[in-house]
């Protein structure tokens, strides 16, 4: 209305904006126009506008200012490239989804480590689970720290494999998301030290592989790098477990923290059990604090109170990389999901409340592991974009989780 009321009385001005109207975002992009227009455009009455417009100054409020037509046309130049890269920049998680989710799931994998016959990489939702536990490690050019986290958890889960035959068994899940280097190699070679490890106990699988006597490794490559949140999304999809658990590949948190969240599903709370387990690494707060610079802690906490407006404050650490889901939660939860980049987790909380699933929060150890992909004032900018579009998006019912 207001746009229409500027050219409508400024002909030329209609005819030097035609070329840069004609820039706007295509159809993908509408819904994010719809829905930042309905959450923030003020509403202009005719009463509003001044009943004659002299110049594109006075119709935004710069007559006063001094500025030429020449000065206002340069103005417009520049301010409509920068308005429109910002546009795109906003609109990025929107089309990753759209694009992501136009094609089926398997298509997205160029490689695995196991057989599957086609349209069967995803078991259906009716299938009971097969094993125990499904631990998804996402990987992104983690050929140097992934090894030592596998290894840890091979030893671990065979152990607890051996203490409770036929009552406890296991996959681990590595999700390679497009890594440039040899994380699906790494991958693979954990299994040869296990195999050297047990000392000879082990099983072959379809393709031949020797995997642990109690459990199996999966091995999947995308095709692209879409970010941790996909690679997540894959694995949780994929997953064969009645618990699912999201694991980081750097080893941050101890596996043996399972046993935490696991005895938190068994908690009751409000009358009724939890569904899904965070790792919180609140406890460790101050003495994080102490040991980090002042510029990251401002961010952190910067962070946090963005979090606790838009999103509310139930959980006080949503981005420890260490889940455990009941597999028909963490199922339809990320079958929902859209962002998939850094700030998925934020999305997984705001499914988890919209589909009634109750969260434990619990303590687990945490060492800060160096080689983090995370860039600090980069990563900071894009999650800050993301947790404001699922706001917007699920407000405005652009996005839905799927029930």
């Given at each position: 209305?207001?746009?229409?009321?500027?050219?409508?009385?400024?002909?030329?001005?209609?005819?030097?904006?035609?070329?840069?109207?004609?820039?706007?975002?295509?159809?993908?992009?509408?819904?994010?126009?719809?829905?930042?227009?309905?959450?923030?455009?003020?509403?202009?009455?005719?009463?509003?506008?001044?009943?004659?417009?002299?110049?594109?100054?006075?119709?935004?409020?710069?007559?006063?200012?001094?500025?030429?037509?020449?000065?206002?046309?340069l103005?417009?130049?520049?301010?409509?490239?920068?308005?429109?890269?910002?546009?795109?920049?906003?609109?990025?998680?929107?089309?990753?989804?759209?694009?992501?989710?136009?094609?089926?799931?398997?298509?997205?994998?160029?490689?695995?480590?196991?057989?599957?016959?086609?349209g069967?990489?995803?078991?259906?939702?009716?299938?009971?689970?097969?094993?125990?536990?499904?631990?998804?490690?996402?990987?992104?050019?983690?050929?140097?720290?992934?090894?030592?986290?596998?290894?840890?958890?091979?030893?671990?889960?065979?152990?607890?494999?051996?203490?409770?035959?036929?009552?406890?068994?296991?996959?681990?899940?590595?999700?390679?998301?497009?890594?440039?280097?040899?994380?699906?190699?790494?991958?693979?070679?954990s299994?040869?030290?296990?195999?050297?490890?047990?000392?000879?106990?082990?099983?072959a699988?379809?393709?031949?592989?020797?995997?642990?006597?109690?459990?199996?490794?999966?091995?999947?490559?995308?095709?692209?790098?879409?970010?941790?949140?996909?690679?997540?999304?894959?694995?949780?999809?994929?997953?064969?477990?009645?618990?699912?658990?999201?694991?980081d590949?750097?080893?941050?948190?101890?596996?043996?923290?399972?046993?935490?969240?696991?005895?938190?599903?068994?908690?009751?709370?409000?009358g009724?059990?939890?569904?899904?387990?965070?790792?919180?690494?609140?406890?460790?707060?101050?003495?994080?604090?102490?040991?980090?610079?002042?510029?990251?802690?401002?961010?952190?906490?910067?962070?946090?109170?963005?979090?606790?407006?838009?999103?509310?404050?139930?959980?006080?650490?949503?981005?420890?990389?260490?889940?455990?889901?009941r597999?028909?939660?963490?199922?339809?939860?990320?079958?929902?999901?859209?962002?998939?980049?850094?700030?998925?987790?934020?999305?997984?909380?705001?499914?988890?409340?919209?589909?009634?699933?109750?969260?434990?929060?619990?303590?687990?150890?945490?060492?800060?592991?160096?080689?983090?992909?995370?860039?600090?004032?980069?990563g900071?900018?894009?999650?800050?974009?993301?947790?404001?579009?699922?706001?917007?998006?699920?407000?405005?019912?652009?996005?839905?989780?799927?029930?």
């Amino acid at each position: 209305h207001f746009g229409s009321r500027v050219f409508s009385q400024r002909p030329g001005l209609r005819t030097r904006c035609h070329s840069s109207c004609m820039l706007a975002p295509s159809a993908a992009g509408l819904p994010i126009a719809m829905a930042a227009s309905a959450a923030f455009a003020p509403s202009f009455s005719d009463d509003a506008l001044p009943s004659e417009w002299d110049d594109f100054g006075a119709a935004f409020g710069l007559a006063g200012a001094g500025l030429t037509d020449s000065a206002l046309e340069l103005l417009g130049w520049v301010l409509v490239p920068v308005l429109l890269m910002l546009a795109a920049w906003l609109a990025i998680p929107y089309l990753d989804w759209r694009s992501a989710s136009s094609k089926p799931l398997e298509t997205h994998v160029a490689r695995t480590s196991f057989q599957s016959a086609p349209g069967e990489l995803v078991p259906p939702a009716w299938k009971a689970p097969e094993l125990t536990l499904s631990v998804i490690v996402p990987a992104y050019n983690e050929e140097y720290r992934l090894p030592q986290m596998l290894d840890e958890t091979f030893s671990y889960l065979e152990g607890r494999a051996a203490a409770s035959p036929g009552r406890f068994s296991y996959e681990v899940i590595v999700v390679d998301d497009g890594s440039s280097d040899a994380t699906y190699a790494a991958a693979l070679g954990s299994l040869q030290r296990q195999t050297a490890a047990s000392g000879g106990r082990t099983t072959a699988d379809a393709t031949g592989l020797r995997q642990p006597s109690g459990g199996e490794l999966r091995v999947l490559r995308l095709t692209a790098n879409r970010g941790k949140g996909f690679a997540v999304k894959v694995g949780m999809m994929v997953a064969r477990g009645q618990f699912l658990l999201m694991a980081d590949a750097d080893g941050a948190t101890s596996i043996r923290d399972l046993e935490r969240l696991e005895r938190a599903l068994g908690a009751q709370q409000g009358g009724g059990a939890s569904q899904i387990a965070f790792g919180s690494r609140h406890h460790l707060k101050e003495e994080a604090m102490a040991q980090r610079a002042w510029h990251r802690n401002f961010l952190m906490n910067a962070f946090h109170v963005f979090v606790w407006f838009l999103v509310g404050g139930s959980v006080s650490d949503t981005q420890c990389g260490f889940k455990l889901f009941r597999a028909e939660v963490g199922k339809q939860i990320f079958a929902s999901l859209h962002i998939y980049r850094w700030a998925f987790d934020i999305e997984v909380l705001v499914l988890s409340r919209l589909f009634g699933w109750q969260i434990a929060e619990v303590p687990v150890t945490w060492v800060e592991m160096p080689g983090s992909k995370l860039n600090l004032i980069t990563g900071s900018l894009t999650m800050l974009r993301d947790i404001v579009l699922v706001k917007v998006l699920y407000a405005t019912a652009i996005w839905r989780p799927t029930f």
